[in-house]
Nanobody
Framework: QVQLVESGGGLVQPGGSLRLSCAASGSIFSMYAMGWYRQAPGKQRELVGDITGGGSTNYADSVKGRFTISRDNAKNAVYLQMNSLKPEDTAVYYC???????????WGKGTLVTVSS
């Protein structure tokens, strides 16, 4: 079992920055690929980006060059640095863990990011 807790959401003005954190507990963190997803009101959940246990990253086209995912395996944490935020980035952001061999999947409960002036 893996428990995921997101934090760092809030209200930010367009053009601003936020850093989301996802704290993981309960298993060997480095064996999990970690992903950030978001779900805006009335829309489907979508991938923001992900990072393998070895640190390789992948991003959605809509956030490339603005968002950066990183992880600290010693702290069992993954981060999402969001810069140049736009109103369309408003969503609940979720952390996801996938065991790289067993493909067992876990989700956090999400943290709300609102980009508005």
């Amino acid at each position: 079992q893996v428990q995921l807790v997101e934090s760092g959401g809030g209200l930010v003005q367009p053009g601003g920055s936020l850093r989301l954190s996802c704290a993981a507990s309960g298993s060997i963190f480095s064996m999990y690929a970690m992903g950030w997803y978001r779900q805006a009101p009335g829309k489907q959940r979508e991938l923001v980006g992900d990072i393998t246990g070895g640190g390789s990253t992948n991003y959605a086209d809509s956030v490339k060059g603005r968002f950066t995912i990183s992880r600290d395996n010693a702290k069992n944490a993954v981060y999402l640095q969001m810069n140049s935020l736009k109103p369309e980035d408003t969503a609940v952001y979720y952390c996801k863990a996938v065991h790289e061999r067993r493909l067992t999947t876990y989700w956090g409960k999400g943290t709300l990011v609102t980009v508005s002036s």
